[in-house]
């Protein structure tokens, strides 16, 4: 078996909100059509956990999920186009937000891709990365 990994996701919440993933319970992550994107998403493991992001004007990580199917073809993908998806279910939100602001001061963060490459939508975190964000909505 192999090893939990972590990963955030991106949305705009004007399409799809975390109240909205909450109420259906799961997802299909389809419609990425960015390579590296794509590349995460296949990266991923039933069961590693995953911080939902509203990007857009909140800018916050409101919440954690899990991956529940490992990547296969997306359905929503043009015909021959080689695109994947990923199942995932809403485990909790968190209690508060978690900023773009308040990641970008926190040091032990600086090295993410959020911060680096703000465009991509699928993007994987280390063990530390995902707790230290997680253990921010106390602050």
Known sequence: MSMKRFWLVKQEPSS????????EGKTSWTGVRNYAARNNLRGMGKGDEVLFYHSGDEKAVVGVAKVTRTAYPDPTAPQGEDWSTVDLAPIRPLRRPVTLRQIKEQPRLKKIQLVRQSRLSVMPLTAQEFLVIVRMKAL
Do not use: H, N, Q
């Open 16 to 23: 799809y909100s975390w109240s909205d993933f909450a109420a």
